[in-house]
């Protein structure tokens, strides 16, 4: 992989950190929402028995695995990240669970390893407020999905109901730092934001709906959908690559 700096790297470090602890946090903060979400979000997808899919930033690669199983042993997946740590967590699931239609690498989503038209569908979890270039992650992923295939994107959100959205900043800016606090002691990462600070951080500068859909277009992506779920707090976008 290719030397990673600034933001990136800071990031890298955030997940290298919290790893062990990120599918807890995961479900505690989503208040175990986000199987529901992970399952719609992999509907959108169209995928089927035999195809060859990838997730892009997989983590520790939980929508990878439940991928893998809509494919089948026919299909197979990909999973790629650039967290060390993340893909160790992955390679020991599927370990455990003795999967052989499902591979994980490390690599960078702003330059995926993988030749155009590759793919029935290529997916994003909760990363897109991560990357330095949002627009180019997502023409990485229109270049390597097959033409009708999808790009599939699920993502924080802020919520339109301005009660909903006055709960939701309250929880995300301030209770979620918090429970970080509790969870790795709020520790500085690279003399920058603990963990659990940067998450919400993130979304202050993150598209809204609107906004992502004019980046899947710019990406040469056609019939351009979102779908928002738990009240707004988190959203899919869709968007089919052109035969
Ligand atoms: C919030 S986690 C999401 C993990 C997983 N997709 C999920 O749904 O739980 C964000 C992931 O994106 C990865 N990531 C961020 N920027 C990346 C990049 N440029 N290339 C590869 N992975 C990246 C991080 O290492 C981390 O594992």
């Known amino acids: 992989m290719t030397q990673i700096e ?8 955030v997940f290298n950190t919290i790893a062990p602890k990120y599918d807890l946090m995961n479900l505690l903060m989503t208040w175990g929402m986000l199987p529901g979400w992970q399952k719609f979000m992999l509907q959108k997808t169209g995928v089927k028995s035999g195809d060859m899919c990838l997730d892009v930033c997989c983590g520790t690669g939980e929508l990878a695995i439940k991928m893998s199983k809509l494919v089948g042993p026919e299909g197979k997946v990909w999973g790629l990240d650039f967290s060390e740590n993340m893909l160790k967590i992955a390679r020991e699931k599927v370990r455990k669970q ?12 702003l330059a995926l390893p993988f030749k155009d038209n590759t793919f029935a569908a290529v997916t994003n979890g909760f990363a897109l407020r991560n990357v330095t270039d949002i ?41 979620v730092p918090l429970l970080g606090r509790i969870v790795d002691r709020g ?16 979304l202050k500068t ?17 019939d351009v959908a979102y779908f928002g779920l738990g009240g707004g707090v988190a959203t899919v976008h869709i968007g089919v690559k052109p035969e």
């Not at 239609?101 to 960078?108: A, E, H, V």
């Not at 963990?195 to 919400?200: G, I, K, Q, R, V």
């Open 98 to 109: 003795g999967q052989e239609n499902i591979q994980f690498i490390q690599g960078d989503a």
């Open 135 to 175: 627009p180019k992650v997502i023409s990485e992923m229109a270049r390597v999905v097959k033409p009708g295939g999808r790009v599939v994107c699920l993502e924080v959100s802020r919520p339109k109901n301005m009660i909903f959205r006055l709960g939701f900043n309250i929880y995300f800016f301030k209770l």
């Open 187 to 202: 520790k500085a990462i690279d003399d920058k934001y603990p963990a659990y600070t940067w998450l919400p951080e993130s």
């Open 6 to 13: 600034g933001k990136d790297k800071y990031v890298r470090n």
């Open 206 to 222: 993150f598209p809204d709906q609107q906004e992502l859909k004019a980046i899947f277009e710019r990406a040469g992506l056609k």
